[in-house]
T-cell receptor, first 111, second 112 residues
Framework: DTAVSQTPKYLVTQMGNDKSIKCEQN?????MYWYKQDSKKFLKIMFS???????INETVPNRFSPKSPDKAHLNLHINSLELGDSAVYFC??????????FGPGTRLTVL | DAKTTQPTSMDCAEGRAANLPCNHS???????VYWYRQIHSQGPQYIIH???NNETNEMASLIITEDRKSSTLILPHATLRDTAVYYC?????????????FGSGTRLLVRP
């Protein structure tokens, strides 16, 4: 009965590869987010979707492409992975302006 | 950039109250103060939020000064499991949504 789930939990890959991280929420929320936490532990918002529509798009390389097939899912696809993409990626969801619930994170390591 | 400043680290004894301060001198009138915590590398966990009035829930109390330029999170009886990084956040309006802009947080160590 996990509220916000992410897969995979760990992802190790080579530079230049393309990978996807999946996020699902069963809270009935209409807004979902992707955050990146780098090695210095700073958490920064990357994207936000409301009812499958992109509403927040921070300064993120266009190698990162979020996709929301429905309100309960927000996936993150990353092309041509670089060493600097290594981080923990957190998905979150909320009901519009309500408090955000975070997933357990996906630790991405690019070699 | 984060609109909050917090001490880098604090500690308190188990069973005692932990008082975590936060400055947000540039907060706007309709911006809420949120507190989250992160234990190890788990996902951030919501604690409490407020606008003007003091708030209390089963986890903590939030005291906001009258001028709203600072606030204090109070964990009334800290336990070892409260050891975590605590983030004070001003929720910022962005287009048709809101953003949580995390700062560097306060690393709280609860001592036995």
């Amino acid at each position: 009965d996990t509220a916000v789930s992410q897969t995979p939990k760990y992802l190790v890959t080579q530079m230049g590869n393309d990978k996807s991280i999946k996020c699902e929420q069963n809270l009935g929320h209409d807004t979902m987010y992707w955050y990146k936490q780098d090695s210095k532990k700073f958490l920064k918002i990357m994207f936000s979707y409301n009812n499958k529509e992109l509403i927040i798009n921070e300064t993120v390389p266009n190698r990162f492409s979020p996709k929301s097939p429905d309100k309960a899912h927000l996936n993150l696809h990353i092309n041509s992975l670089e060493l600097g993409d290594s981080a923990v990626y957190f998905c979150a969801s909320s009901q519009t302006s309500g408090r955000q619930f975070f997933g357990p994170g996906t630790r991405l390591t690019v070699l | 950039d984060a609109k909050t400043t917090q001490p880098t680290s604090m500690d308190c004894a188990e069973g005692r109250a932990a008082n975590l301060p936060c400055n947000h001198s540039t907060i706007s009138g309709n911006e809420y103060v949120y507190w989250y915590r992160q234990i190890h590398s788990q996902g951030p966990q919501y604690i409490i939020h407020g606008l003007k009035n003091n708030e209390t829930n089963e986890m903590a109390s939030l005291i906001i000064t009258e001028d709203r330029k600072s606030s204090t999170l109070i964990l009334p009886h800290a336990t070892l499991r409260d050891t975590a990084v605590y983030y004070c956040i001003v929720r910022v309006a962005s287009d048709s949504s809101y953003k949580l802009i995390f700062g560097s947080g306060t690393r709280l160590l609860v001592r036995p």
